[in-house]
């Protein structure tokens, strides 16, 4: 007889779903004292919310008290495109290309946990995807599903890291999963490619020094210098430190399309962005991750991009 668990693998990736792997709904205490020291040192920056009841990151029953199990999932978001690597190509961060993981990755959730709820009618669940205050990361590791790099960043063996990750919190017992070993060794690849030394330590980045965190999350008229000085192209986003992992030897391209570039662009000249208004923007990046910066932060940027460019040369 097929178990609840199986079935559940199985319609996942009828679905669209790249992985999927279950753990017992309980506290991350190792992963809880990590994040604390992580806030401690502030290499949050000003993403203020991550210091909001910080409790709930590291036990999902604070978040759902019925929670038993934590189903949790890749989805494979790897398009075969590249980048330009001209100085003011205004590149984007490939997982911002095409339409909002958030929308697609929940829908996929959605219809997962809709049909557990024909199998097993006396379940509920939570979906939670990157919003929630869960620790993705750390459930997608102890779920097996793969280890957290150097860079921070979860790693598949059969993917490499260009994966969204999701959760469903659920009232049912499943059969759980081990936890994936790391497989770094030794490589120090993504730190010693990092421009702004951003990964200060194994494992550990400091956002403040971030090209990913100043181009996206970071407010203001201007970026801090030693991030404008070494932009390498990037107007939203960095992927060097994925770029660079051996592990991403392994990408696949992904079956879902919404993920391709939208208008065939990996990336939006400076000057362009200059010109966007309030509804010419609205309209582009509708339903799109790139919303995330604002037209003020995007517009920001494009102007660091071109005055650096204009320093160096």
Same mark, same amino acid.
């Given at each position: 007889?097929?178990s609840l668990?199986?079935?559940i ?14 753990a017992r709904?309980e506290?991350?205490?190792a ?15 000003e993403?203020?919310?991550?210091e909001r009841e ?5 036990d999902?029953r604070?978040?759902f008290?019925?929670?038993? =199990?934590v189903?949790?999932v890749?989805v494979?978001y790897?398009t075969?495109f590249?980048?330009s690597?001209? @100085? *003011?190509? #205004?590149k984007?961060?490939?997982y911002?290309?095409?339409?909002d993981y ?5 829908e996929?959730l959605?219809?997962?946990l809709d ?8 379940s509920v ?5 990157d919003?929630?205050p869960?620790?993705?990361k750390?459930w997608?590791?102890?779920a097996?599903?793969g ?7 979860l790693?598949t063996?059969?993917l490499?890291s ?11 017992e499943?059969?759980?999963d081990?936890?994936m070993a790391?497989?770094?060794g030794?490589c120090?690849a993504?730190i010693?490619?990092?421009p702004t030394?951003a990964?200060v330590e194994?494992y550990v980045?400091?956002s403040?020094?971030?090209i =990913? ?12 210098d030693?991030?404008?000085s @070494? *932009?390498? #192209?990037?107007?939203?986003?960095c992927?060097?430190?994925?770029d660079v992992?051996p ?5 696949k391209?992904?079956?879902e ?6 208008l065939g662009?990996t990336?939006i000249s ?8 309030p509804e010419?923007?609205?309209e582009?990046?509708r339903?799109?991750?790139?919303k995330?910066?604002k037209l003020t932060g ?7 991009l071109?005055?650096?460019?204009k320093?160096?040369?």
């Amino acid at each position: 007889m097929v178990s609840l668990s199986e079935k559940i693998r199985q319609k996942a990736a009828e679905l669209g779903i790249s992985k999927i792997g279950f753990a017992r709904a309980e506290p991350l205490a190792a992963d809880a004292n990590r994040f604390f020291a992580w806030l401690d040192r502030d290499h949050h920056g000003e993403m203020a919310w991550l210091e909001r009841e910080p409790e709930k990151r590291v036990d999902p029953r604070l978040i759902f008290p019925e929670a038993k =199990s934590v189903v949790s999932v890749a989805v494979n978001y790897y398009t075969p495109f590249d980048h330009s690597n001209e @100085n *003011l190509s #205004g590149k984007i961060s490939r997982y911002a290309w095409g339409d909002d993981y958030h929308d697609i990755v929940k829908e996929k959730l959605r219809a997962l946990l809709d049909w557990i709820s024909l199998e097993e009618p006396e379940s509920v669940g939570k979906i939670c995807v990157d919003t929630a205050p869960v620790m993705e990361k750390a459930w997608a590791e102890r779920a097996g599903l793969g280890w957290i790099g150097k860079h921070s960043n979860l790693i598949t063996k059969e993917l490499g890291s260009w994966v969204f990750l999701g959760e469903i919190l659920l009232n049912l017992e499943l059969e759980y999963d081990e936890p994936m070993a790391e497989h770094c060794g030794s490589c120090t690849a993504c730190i010693d490619a990092c421009p702004t030394a951003a990964i200060v330590e194994p494992y550990v980045v400091d956002s403040t020094r971030c090209i =990913s965190y100043a181009t996206i999350e970071l407010r203001g008229d201007e970026l801090p210098d030693d991030v404008a000085s @070494n *932009l390498n #192209g990037w107007l939203y986003g960095c992927d060097i430190c994925q770029d660079v992992c051996p592990w991403n030897r392994f990408e696949k391209a992904t079956d879902e399309g919404r993920f391709a570039p939208r208008l065939g662009e990996t990336s939006i000249s400076p000057d362009v962005v200059e010109l966007f208004t309030p509804e010419t923007y609205a309209e582009r990046f509708r339903k799109s991750a790139m919303k995330r910066t604002k037209l003020t932060g995007l517009k920001r940027n494009a102007m660091s991009l071109k005055k650096n460019y204009k320093i160096n040369n």
